[in-house]
């Protein structure tokens, strides 16, 4: 067809149409290409261990007509479309006023709903049904906001890369543990029920002390190497957890760690416990609501103190670090203690979710911190948007919530077989969504930044004039 | 005779095997705007990073009178201090603004140890003490001065990367007079700007001078900037001082034509006789 056009007006352009079904011809034609070897025919044994092929050719021939009509679909709609069209899908306007209402609501509406969370997912679920939906999803995603928002710290307003972030969220863990089963029942075995209250402070400090450790002799680095020399020391930390046996247990970590009391009362079914204390009869749900509030506090404070500290001079210190050190010395500002307070802060907080995260599993390994976790606090900090604490909410939400939602995909496995398991295609999701990323939105989700101060009004700055930082 | 702002005595800077700057002296006093100028490469901007302290020099000593009459050794003092303690502040030859960040915000990242002390080292400001947040509201109201005086009021709120390029030269002045320094280093203002801007760029300039008490070191490849108001002129080849005087005596130092204009190679070895037998009886003299 596009052939027959093209002889009857040789000098005319060929139309949209005609290019995009010669586009979506060839396409198939690849695909048939690739789909004869690939799919055509189907290796199987029979009963007496003999190969026989079982050839599919409409498994190919709906392959082909799939390519070809998205690649028609995307050739006529999506490439080489004039500048300044129209966007493909256009927002009602009544969709826009509508959320620039709601805009300045969101992040009040997005906390009532977390805070409302666990009493909803009870009443959806019952006891049993609710644990799961409260500590797979709620606190493992809390976690990971708070892990978020203390990397977004140093990543996104100091603009320092930093990829052993894992190794204070180690130090945290470890610091809970030993102190709780070690120290507190050989000095003062009387607090035990208040371990988890005394030791959080601790753990943090300690945490925000090996930050400050770690960070002295790092920080004359930049860019590249500030990134690798981090990494090393988070591999140092883990490496450190698996071979001092004596003090660590190595590989075989630490376990029965004390959980926390609720302000002194243990979560048991003893008489002392919460629930016979309040009435109730007992159930593991209301540790695990606990948890969540608990987890719910930390993580709001994080962002309380980063707000404040953003609007504070330390914080307009570390966003101009990101935006050009020289300047920075020329004003008279520390370059060395202002990268170590950004360094201290948030390791700080990767203490406190370490140490909370050691409470709730009662049990941690150095398994628990390797690198893969400080790449996976990192794609969340980046995937946000660096420096958006509201972006870290959302890629936490996606990138955690999106891989503990593939655990209850069961229903694939009516469609792929009873051996399909999506959770062991993560990696490749998780992959495409961050290449997707790239070309959609290279800034991050919320990649705008909002100005700390302002004398008339406020306007946010578009994410291409702010800098990422050289570390 | 009073004692000058900064005294810079045997200045002398390598880089390896390069003598970037040899055994320069000159002093730039209070109240007055001094020019430094040369050819390109006469290390000119090595001069002012030694002073303003991201070099530390090989050689020699940099000495700032406070208005107290204490004196401060400037290539001794770590670089953030130079600006805090010595209360130099610099401009740069490309410019260094915080891009990403509002004007006003840029203005009170400069003031960035007055508000730190105000909030008590972060501690008080996270409550929101009083203190710091009057702190806050005067650091404002400077910055505001400065956004008026450089005629930036209007694009406070935007980010300083969007404004045109003599509006940032005019905003990296205003940030480093928001540190409110006894000597101001510019390093090449007038570049790139078009006639207009330049000549309110002097009338600034001139006004910090005057109005601040705030001396002005300066850099420039313009000539009518350097010749309508500077009070002093230091001229550098190769990195050494060729002359030193005001403006009207250096424009016309043959010294000065023959390094800007370019002289046959017997004029040079002329020029070098005479510079010899000058600096022969200037020992002399000092004996």
Redesign the interface.
């Given at each position: 067809m596009a052939q027959a056009s093209l002889d009857a007006k040789p000098a005319a352009q060929p139309t949209r149409f005609e290019r995009a079904f010669k586009d979506a011809f060839i396409a198939a034609l690849v695909m048939l290409g690739l789909s004869v070897p690939i799919l055509a025919l189907r290796a199987e044994q029979n009963m007496s261990n003999e190969v026989i092929l079982i050839p599919r050719p409409w498994l190919v021939v709906i392959c082909c007509l799939i390519v070809f009509v998205g690649r028609l679909l995307l050739g006529l709609f999506v490439f080489n479309r004039a500048p300044g069209a129209k966007p493909l899908v256009e927002t009602p306007s009544a969709v826009k006023t509508a959320w620039a209402k709601f805009a300045p609501y969101a992040a009040q509406v997005g906390l009532g709903a977390i805070i409302a969370y666990p009493l909803v997912a009870l009443y959806l679920g019952g006891p049993q049904g609710a644990i799961k939906w409260i500590d797979n999803f709620g606190i493992q995603i809390l976690i990971y906001i708070m892990l978020g928002w203390g990397l977004n710290i140093v990543v996104g307003l100091a603009g320092l890369l930093d990829l052993g972030y894992v190794a204070f969220y180690a130090v945290g863990a470890y610091s809970y543990a030993l102190i709780a089963t070690k120290v507190i029942p050989a000095t003062f075995p009387d607090l035990g029920v208040w371990a988890f209250w005394i030791c959080l402070p601790v753990a943090g400090i300690l945490a925000a002390m090996w930050g400050v450790i770690l960070g002295f002799p790092v920080l004359r680095l930049r860019g590249d190497y500030l990134a690798i020399v981090t990494l090393a020391f988070g591999e140092i930390i883990r490496l450190v957890l698996i071979n001092w046996v004596d003090f660590s247990g190595g590989y075989a970590g630490i376990s029965s760690i004390p959980r926390p009391s609720f302000f002194g009362i243990p979560f048991n079914a003893s008489e002392s416990g919460f629930a016979a204390r309040f009435g109730l009869e007992f159930s593991p749900i209301y540790r695990t609501i606990f948890l969540y509030y608990v987890i719910l506090v930390l993580a709001l404070v994080t962002a309380f103190?980063t707000i404040?500290?953003r609007r504070?001079?330390?914080g307009?210190?570390w966003?101009?670090l990101r935006?050009?050190e020289?300047?920075?010395?020329?004003?008279?500002?520390?370059?060395v203690s202002t990268k170590l307070?950004a360094f201290a802060t948030g390791a700080l907080f990767g203490g406190f979710a370490g140490a909370f995260f050691a409470a709730r599993q009662g049990f941690i390994s150095p398994e628990s911190f390797v690198f893969l976790e400080s790449a996976q606090i990192l794609a969340i900090v980046v995937l946000g948007g660096m420096g958006s604490l509201f972006g870290v909410v959302i890629a936490s939400i996606a990138l955690v919530g999106g891989i503990e939602i593939l655990r209850e995909l069961d229903f694939l496995k009516a469609i792929f077989g009873s051996d399909f398991d999506p959770t062991q295609y993560r990696m490749l999701i998780f992959g495409l969504a961050m290449v997707l990323m790239m070309l959609w939105k290279p800034r991050g989700l919320i990649s705008h930044?909002e100005?700390?101060?302002?004398?008339?009004?406020?306007?946010s700055?578009?994410g291409s004039?702010?800098?990422e930082g050289h570390g | 005779m009073t004692t000058p702002l900064l005294k810079v005595e045997h200045l002398t800077m390598r880089f390896g095997g390069l003598t970037a700057i040899g055994d320069l002296s000159f002093e730039a006093h209070s109240g007055q705007i001094t020019a430094l100028i040369g050819p390109n490469g006469a290390g000119k901007t090595t001069v002012f990073n030694c002073i303003?302290?991201?070099y530390k020099p090989t050689e020699g000593m940099i000495t700032l009178t406070q208005p107290d009459g204490q004196k401060l050794l400037l290539e001794r003092l770590?670089?953030?201090?130079?600006?805090?303690k010595g209360r130099v502040?610099?401009t740069?030859q490309n410019i260094?603004?915080?891009?990403?960040?509002?004007l006003?915000?840029n203005l009170?990242?400069?003031?960035?140890?007055v508000?730190?002390n105000a909030?008590g080292?972060?501690i008080l400001?996270?409550f929101?003490a009083r203190s710091?947040k009057r702190a806050?509201k005067e650091a404002?109201e400077l910055a505001?001065y400065w956004l008026e005086k450089t005629g930036l009021?209007d694009r406070?709120?935007?980010?300083a990367?969007?404004l045109p390029y003599g509006d940032q030269r005019r905003l990296e002045i205003a940030?480093?007079m928001c540190?409110q320094p006894l000597l101001l280093c510019l390093d090449e203002p007038a570049a790139g700007l078009n006639p207009r801007e330049s000549l309110l760029l002097n009338d600034l300039l001139i006004s910090i001078c005057r109005e601040h008490k705030t001396s002005i070191l300066l850099i420039e490849h313009d000539m009518s900037v350097v010749m309508q108001i500077s009070d002093h002129v230091v001229v550098l080849d190769y990195g050494r001082k060729i002359a030193d005087g005001p403006p009207d005596a250096v424009k016309n130092d043959p010294k000065v034509i023959a390094a800007y204009l370019g002289v046959e190679d017997d004029e040079v070895e002329k020029t070098e006789a005479e510079i010899a037998t000058i600096a022969a009886h200037a020992k002399g003299d000092a004996r």
């Amino acid at each position: 067809m596009a052939q027959a056009s093209l002889d009857a007006k040789p000098a005319a352009q060929p139309t949209r149409f005609e290019r995009a079904f010669k586009d979506a011809f060839i396409a198939a034609l690849v695909m048939l290409g690739l789909s004869v070897p690939i799919l055509a025919l189907r290796a199987e044994q029979n009963m007496s261990n003999e190969v026989i092929l079982i050839p599919r050719p409409w498994l190919v021939v709906i392959c082909c007509l799939i390519v070809f009509v998205g690649r028609l679909l995307l050739g006529l709609f999506v490439f080489n479309r004039a500048p300044g069209a129209k966007p493909l899908v256009e927002t009602p306007s009544a969709v826009k006023t509508a959320w620039a209402k709601f805009a300045p609501y969101a992040a009040q509406v997005g906390l009532g709903a977390i805070i409302a969370y666990p009493l909803v997912a009870l009443y959806l679920g019952g006891p049993q049904g609710a644990i799961k939906w409260i500590d797979n999803f709620g606190i493992q995603i809390l976690i990971y906001i708070m892990l978020g928002w203390g990397l977004n710290i140093v990543v996104g307003l100091a603009g320092l890369l930093d990829l052993g972030y894992v190794a204070f969220y180690a130090v945290g863990a470890y610091s809970y543990a030993l102190i709780a089963t070690k120290v507190i029942p050989a000095t003062f075995p009387d607090l035990g029920v208040w371990a988890f209250w005394i030791c959080l402070p601790v753990a943090g400090i300690l945490a925000a002390m090996w930050g400050v450790i770690l960070g002295f002799p790092v920080l004359r680095l930049r860019g590249d190497y500030l990134a690798i020399v981090t990494l090393a020391f988070g591999e140092i930390i883990r490496l450190v957890l698996i071979n001092w046996v004596d003090f660590s247990g190595g590989y075989a970590g630490i376990s029965s760690i004390p959980r926390p009391s609720f302000f002194g009362i243990p979560f048991n079914a003893s008489e002392s416990g919460f629930a016979a204390r309040f009435g109730l009869e007992f159930s593991p749900i209301y540790r695990t609501i606990f948890l969540y509030y608990v987890i719910l506090v930390l993580a709001l404070v994080t962002a309380f103190v980063t707000i404040r500290l953003r609007r504070l001079p330390v914080g307009r210190a570390w966003e101009a670090l990101r935006e050009d050190e020289i300047a920075c010395r020329s004003l008279g500002i520390n370059t060395v203690s202002t990268k170590l307070t950004a360094f201290a802060t948030g390791a700080l907080f990767g203490g406190f979710a370490g140490a909370f995260f050691a409470a709730r599993q009662g049990f941690i390994s150095p398994e628990s911190f390797v690198f893969l976790e400080s790449a996976q606090i990192l794609a969340i900090v980046v995937l946000g948007g660096m420096g958006s604490l509201f972006g870290v909410v959302i890629a936490s939400i996606a990138l955690v919530g999106g891989i503990e939602i593939l655990r209850e995909l069961d229903f694939l496995k009516a469609i792929f077989g009873s051996d399909f398991d999506p959770t062991q295609y993560r990696m490749l999701i998780f992959g495409l969504a961050m290449v997707l990323m790239m070309l959609w939105k290279p800034r991050g989700l919320i990649s705008h930044r909002e100005p700390t101060v302002f004398l008339k009004e406020r306007k946010s700055i578009s994410g291409s004039l702010v800098q990422e930082g050289h570390g | 005779m009073t004692t000058p702002l900064l005294k810079v005595e045997h200045l002398t800077m390598r880089f390896g095997g390069l003598t970037a700057i040899g055994d320069l002296s000159f002093e730039a006093h209070s109240g007055q705007i001094t020019a430094l100028i040369g050819p390109n490469g006469a290390g000119k901007t090595t001069v002012f990073n030694c002073i303003t302290g991201f070099y530390k020099p090989t050689e020699g000593m940099i000495t700032l009178t406070q208005p107290d009459g204490q004196k401060l050794l400037l290539e001794r003092l770590p670089g953030h201090d130079i600006n805090w303690k010595g209360r130099v502040a610099r401009t740069f030859q490309n410019i260094r603004l915080f891009g990403g960040m509002t004007l006003l915000e840029n203005l009170l990242v400069a003031q960035h140890n007055v508000l730190m002390n105000a909030s008590g080292l972060s501690i008080l400001g996270i409550f929101g003490a009083r203190s710091y947040k009057r702190a806050e509201k005067e650091a404002i109201e400077l910055a505001e001065y400065w956004l008026e005086k450089t005629g930036l009021i209007d694009r406070a709120d935007d980010a300083a990367a969007d404004l045109p390029y003599g509006d940032q030269r005019r905003l990296e002045i205003a940030r480093a007079m928001c540190t409110q320094p006894l000597l101001l280093c510019l390093d090449e203002p007038a570049a790139g700007l078009n006639p207009r801007e330049s000549l309110l760029l002097n009338d600034l300039l001139i006004s910090i001078c005057r109005e601040h008490k705030t001396s002005i070191l300066l850099i420039e490849h313009d000539m009518s900037v350097v010749m309508q108001i500077s009070d002093h002129v230091v001229v550098l080849d190769y990195g050494r001082k060729i002359a030193d005087g005001p403006p009207d005596a250096v424009k016309n130092d043959p010294k000065v034509i023959a390094a800007y204009l370019g002289v046959e190679d017997d004029e040079v070895e002329k020029t070098e006789a005479e510079i010899a037998t000058i600096a022969a009886h200037a020992k002399g003299d000092a004996r």
